[in-house]
């Protein structure tokens, strides 16, 4: 039977792709957590199941969230679009209420028309969730790592030998109300950490309140650690280990200023471990730009579904897998707009080896904090320091209040404090990033670029347009 024959008889409502070749996709997302891993090399993170995973599979240095806010990035995961194009603007729930445009073919829907059995357990965060089509929607508590576990391998086994899409929405690291829920849960070891001990990271102060939150947090990274190892488990248990791609990554950085809702690195810049059952080298180290528009044509290209009638804006890693600088994979892109519909902070940029340029399109604003950040101890801390308090090494001030352009260069200046936009040095680099950013808002249909008309000098056009024009120039 060909591969067209098995399309059109999954279609007509028999797994029948699922069943002549078994390749399930299990996605495994975490909330809030930064690159605090042993993977990576946090020494005081005790990660040892993402650990084993990263030794077994691909741990990929250079990943990318392309928005540092929940419900946005998540509907980049499962759309391939960056949420400029797909609808999903900002937070899912409550009065919010964003959600994808009527055309958006989500994920997991692509893959039910493949054959594939589909289940979420655990958090999902984007709208509507009719258009998902799951066979089980299980939007549990994402703390409870053994009740996820248990659930995840009911679905497994009932699916039998059709093939299967899982997505595993853990809560953890995410703050919660107070603190970071850290309290006994069935089938979990506590580890809790000593704040006096724990690594502060360079962008947030060195504070007794600050050292507090890490240490809940590391705590909290902790636990969902260990759910990734029932998961494992579960798939070993149930056969499965061997038939399934395995992706785990997180929505965007820790929940701290500086990084959840920042474009910075340390909001952007995040774990992601693949797994395959067909590496033949194994505790490889990708070092090319990958971001989360590249996740679902990954999960596609595995499952050899077809995908949708549009463009997406991301391709997969599996070509490149086992490589350790595969070419074209030298630059990624961003594109923010809200976390909350009360945080409007729109932010298109560009992130090369090097550089990062930031174009922050309503610079008179004030930057907006997410109701968890602005009511944590660190936050507050920083508020109670008073003149001149600082997040880290940049000023409150710089921090609440941005330029319309950033430009840092990473390698001079890893924590991007300072903005080389004004420097008559690093001009070129600016110029051309700002056009490689205009590009990308143009090819990938940005609402938000009649603003950069409106804002515009010489006729309307923006600095951007000009940009390409000399750039155009430059070229012939």
């Known amino acids: 039977m060909t591969r067209r024959q098995l399309f059109q008889t999954a279609a007509a409502g028999l797994p029948a792709l699922a069943q002549a070749r078994q390749r399930n996709v299990l996605l495994l997302i975490a909330d809030d957590l930064g690159l605090h891993t042993g993977a990576y090399g946090d020494s005081t993170a005790v990660t040892p199941n993402l650990d084993a995973l990263a030794r077994d599979g691909v741990r990929f240095s250079n990943a990318f969230c392309t928005t540092a806010s929940c419900s946005a990035s998540r509907s980049v995961i499962l759309s391939g679009l960056h949420n400029h194009s797909n609808g999903q603007y900002g937070h899912a729930h409550s009065t919010h209420n964003f959600g994808y445009l009527p055309f958006v073919r989500p994920l997991p829907a692509l893959l039910k028309d493949a054959g594939y059995k589909t289940g979420v357990i655990g958090k999902l965060h984007v709208n509507p969730i009719q258009r998902f089509r799951w066979d089980l929607d299980a939007q549990i ?51 809790p950490f000593d704040p006096a001990r724990v690594a502060v990271p360079p962008f947030l102060p060195d504070t007794p309140g600050v050292r507090e939150e890490v240490a809940e947090y590391y705590e909290a990274a902790n636990r969902l650690d260990q ?3 029932m998961m494992m488990n579960v798939l070993r248990e149930t056969g499965q280990l061997d038939n399934t791609l395995v992706i785990f990554i997180s929505d965007n950085g820790m929940p701290f200023a500086n990084a959840k809702t920042n474009l910075y690195d340390a909001g952007s810049r995040l774990p992601m471990i693949v797994r395959s059952p067909n590496q033949s080298r194994r505790g490889v180290v990708n070092h090319g730009l990958t971001s989360w528009v590249d996740i679902a044509p990954t999960a596609l290209d595995w499952a050899g579904a077809k995908p949708p009638a549009y463009p997406l804006h991301g391709k ?18 961003f594109s923010h707009t809200y976390h909350e519909i009360t945080m409007y902070y729109p932010t298109r940029g560009v992130r090369t080896r090097r550089y990062k340029y930031l174009r922050n399109l309503f610079p008179e604003l004030e930057f907006p904090h997410a109701s968890d950040l602005w009511a944590s101890r660190t936050w507050q801390g920083i508020l ?4 001149g308090a600082a997040v880290g090494q940049r000023p409150v001030k710089a921090y609440l209040h941005r330029a319309a352009e950033e430009l840092y ?50 006729g309307g056009d923006s600095n951007e347009e000009r940009s390409l024009r000399l750039l155009r120039r430059k070229k012939r």
């Open 227 to 229: 759910g990734i190892g």
């Open 409 to 458: 260069d990473i390698e001079a200046d890893p924590n991007e404090v300072r903005n080389l936009a004004a420097d008559s040095a690093h001009a070129a680099t600016l110029l051309s990033l700002r056009a490689k950013v205009a590009a990308f808002r143009r090819d990938t249909k940005d609402p938000w670029t009649i603003n950069d008309v409106y804002k515009g000098e010489d």
């Open 384 to 387: 109670e320091a008073g003149d």
């Open 141 to 191: 508590g994402g703390r409870d790592v053994s009740e996820m576990a248990g659930r995840a391998k009911a679905f497994i086994q009932e699916a039998g030998a059709q093939s299967w899409y899982l997505h595993m929405g853990f809560t953890d690291p995410h703050r919660a109300a107070r603190g970071f829920a850290n309290r006994d849960y069935p089938g979990v070891k506590r580890t």
């Open 316 to 333: 997969s890693v599996l070509p490149t897998l086992e490589e350790d600088n595969p070419a074209g994979r030298e630059e990624v892109y």
